[in-house]
Nanobody, 123 residues
Framework: QVQLVESGGGLVQAGGSLRLSCAAS????????MGWFRQTPGTSREFVATTSWTTAITYYGDSVKGRFTISRDNAKNTVYLQMNSLKPEDTAVYYCAVTRRSYSTIPSEYIYWGQGTQVTVSS
């Protein structure tokens, strides 16, 4: 059974940083593309970042470019999201997810999802 468990969320002041982690089990981690999405109440899930087959190939949503960094440690079956210069509009539940596609920013193309971790940025 595939499981994705996010951690590292919390409350931080604007301008601060957080590092999210997503530990995967039940799959050959290096075989899959990993992504991060976020969602606030009443909105659709928004693409944040993805690693495409290798940590050397990454893509970011426009709203987080230059501030967030995605990385992965295949030996630990873990993907990370380093979030710097946080803004109140970054407040959301953050989810990690898995797709067999080499690249995707679309939630419906991801087949496994974690439970989410709350990030709250105060102003």
């Amino acid at each position: 059974q595939v499981q994705l468990v996010e951690s590292g969320g919390g409350l931080v002041q604007a301008g601060g940083s957080l590092r999210l982690s997503c530990a995967a089990s039940g799959l050959t981690f290096s075989t899959y593309t990993m992504g991060w999405f976020r969602q606030t109440p009443g909105t659709s899930r928004e693409f944040v970042a993805t690693t495409s087959w290798t940590t050397a190939i990454t893509y970011y949503g426009d709203s987080v470019k230059g501030r967030f960094t995605i990385s992965r440690d295949n030996a630990k079956n873990t993907v990370y999201l380093q979030m710097n210069s946080l803004k109140p509009e970054d407040t959301a539940v953050y989810y990690c997810a898995v797709t067999r596609r080499s690249y995707s920013t679309i939630p419906s193309e991801y087949i496994y999802w974690g439970q989410g971790t709350q990030v709250t940025v105060s102003s």
